[in-house]
């Protein structure tokens, strides 16, 4: 299991990083992907598929609720633009 805690465009500025919220979800949405690749097969009883990798999004820390809908459906862009249609994303709204 990998849980991701994406920051918010504000936190993102002070890092210096210069993006929006919907880009840094498609971002992340498209590296999701090559971590579930990467993490098959790796130990004799780890995951032999990517769908048995799990990825937890915690949005519940610093993504405004406000802002929910719009982060999922870019990080799920960027996903399925990387070719993935599988399982093993969830996503923490509280």
């Not at 990083?17 to 971590?35: D, I, N, P």
């Amino acid at each position: 299991m990998d849980i991701k805690t994406p920051q918010n465009e504000k936190i993102m500025g002070m890092q210096g990083q210069k993006m929006t919220l919907e880009k840094a979800a498609y971002k992340m949405g498209r590296k999701v992907v090559g971590q579930k690749y990467r993490f098959c097969d790796k130990h004799p009883n780890g995951p032999t598929e990517p769908g048995e990798v799990l990825h937890v999004i915690d949005l519940s820390s610093y993504i405004p609720v406000n802002s929910h809908s719009l982060y999922k459906s870019s990080f799920m862009k960027g996903v399925r633009d990387e070719g993935y249609y599988g399982k093993g994303i969830e996503f923490l709204t509280d």
